[in-house]
């Protein structure tokens, strides 16, 4: 049967994966079985439109291609997919879905160039899921980070009467803040994530990470400068600066690894880099 949305959630008629008629004729679907039928759209999109570092993307290409048409034709499915799913299937699907709409948005509204815009871009209604509406900070903060405030927030994601709230997670991974691709050239590289073996590749982006410019340890000063995802989200990494080093130091290999540990012994002063806003679009 069709399902409506517009008459009783005036938000859902501005979300991206909803006809015209604000109707959708599908039947309803298990998160793994249209989790997996979407992650195999998404990689062939990754296949054709990402770079091979995974770092920028080629959003007009994207636009004209078939296969886009056939990634909304899923999209719209998402209205009715039944969530009851095991925590890991649960977390590989938000995490997807979350780089998805992001890339979604990018071609619909173009890329956020001003504070404004960007505000706009992650509190807007971006896809409806399971009868509800969610914008990125909706998917991040209330389900993906357990309904935990946004940045600069003291309050929850989804208050207490919101019925989006039995969809959130109950456990928090920080790892998961470096599979979650916003746009931006100081963002993670994009990948596929699947539940079989989401820890593995978890811990592989987060390691992928730091091994970048995520953190950068100046021994002879003293400094550590770490990414200021760590600084917005410090309370899921531990209660201080060097609680967000420690964390990091178990992620890192070889040389590196040492050195992260000898200046922690030293107590080092922790500084925040700038974040770098500039899209991740292919020139």
Not at 20 to 36: I, N, T, Y
Not at 208 to 222: M, N, Q, R, S, W
Request: glycine share 6%; with cysteine; aromatic share 10%.
């Amino acid at each position: 049967g069709l399902y409506r949305f517009t008459e009783d959630d005036p938000k859902a008629s501005k979300a991206l994966n909803i006809a015209v008629d604000g109707s959708v004729a599908c039947m309803p679907q298990g998160a793994g079985e249209l989790g997996r039928q979407m992650r195999v759209m998404i990689l062939k999109l990754y296949d054709e439109f990402l770079s091979a570092d995974g770092r920028s993307v080629d959003y007009g290409g994207i636009e004209k291609s078939h296969l886009f048409s056939e990634y909304l034709e899923l999209a719209q499915r998402l209205t009715r997919v039944d969530l009851r799913v095991p925590h890991r299937e649960k977390l590989s699907f938000y995490i997807n879905i979350y780089n998805a709409l992001v890339i979604h948005k990018t071609i619909i509204e173009g890329e956020p160039s001003s504070d404004w815009q960007r505000f706009k871009f992650f509190t807007k209604p971006g896809y409806i899921i399971a009868g509800h509406a969610y914008s990125l900070n909706d998917l991040e903060n209330g389900l993906i980070r357990t309904n935990k405030p946004p940045p600069l927030s003291s309050s929850p994601q989804f208050k207490m009467k919101d019925p989006r709230r039995v969809f959130a997670l109950k456990q928090l991974d920080p790892r998961v803040h470096f599979a979650l691709v916003c746009g931006a050239q100081s963002c993670p590289a994009i990948k596929i994530y699947s539940s079989d073996n989401l820890s593995e590749a978890l811990t592989e982006a987060t390691q992928a990470f730091f091994e970048g410019d995520g953190i950068v340890l100046d021994e002879e000063k003293g400094e550590v400068s770490v990414t200021r995802i760590c600084k917005w989200y410090k309370s899921d990494f531990g209660n201080d600066d060097l609680d967000v080093v420690s964390w990091i130091s178990s992620f890192l290999v070889g040389e590196k690894s040492e050195k992260c540990k000898r200046m922690l012994n030293g107590k080092p002063k922790v500084k925040y880099q700038e974040y770098i806003w500039t899209h991740n679009r292919m020139a």
